[in-house]
């Protein structure tokens, strides 16, 4: 069973239905011992930093996600809230990936929305994934790069577009949305 953690953020139904046209059974829950025995985790989210943070404090889930031992997945805000700390709402955060989450410059053109290419170390999790191949993007804050990056994308400047420590794994693209190359991701994730 993969779970799906709630944490009053969006975007979690169509990462539901991606699943499900794997054909994989999942659950959205915000349940510490439905997490705790999923065979995957998955943390996804669009919405804002300090308000997800306070749902994860109040729902006892920052040490339990920051301590589980199987494949977890963060997308989005999940990737943003698996670093250090996000200037958006100045939020601490799970301090998985130790990196910093910054606001584009305001006189540029945010979001960053829609298909961009990016470039990947080798990882199981692009496997089957190649260079020129585009993600599906929609987001205001960014990750830095650090020793946890494993993929970096540019836009306005080059970050930190997947990166991963241990069984920890993150994206800023959204692999439900980005067509069959998200799908591929998803398979590699739940085959690790």
Known sequence: MIAIVKYNAGNIRSVQNA??????ESIITDDPALIRSATKVIFP??????????????HNLV????????PMLGICLGLQLMCEHSEEGDTDCLGIFNAKV?????????????????SHTESPLFKGITLDQDMYYVHAYYAEQCEHTIATCSYISTFSTAMNKD?????????????????????????L
């Open 45 to 58: 989210g669009v919405g804002e930093a300090s308000s997800a943070m306070q749902y994860l404090r109040e």
């Open 167 to 191: 069984k920890f794994y993150g994206t800023q693209f959204h692999p439900e949305k980005s067509s069959e190359v998200g799908q591929q991701l998803l398979q590699n994730f739940l085959a």
């Open 102 to 118: 910054k606001r584009f410059p305001p006189e540029e053109l945010v979001p960053h929305m829609g298909w961009n290419n990016f």
């Open 19 to 24: 699943l499900n046209r794997l054909g994989c």
């Open 63 to 70: 040490s339990l996600l920051t301590s589980l031992t199987q």
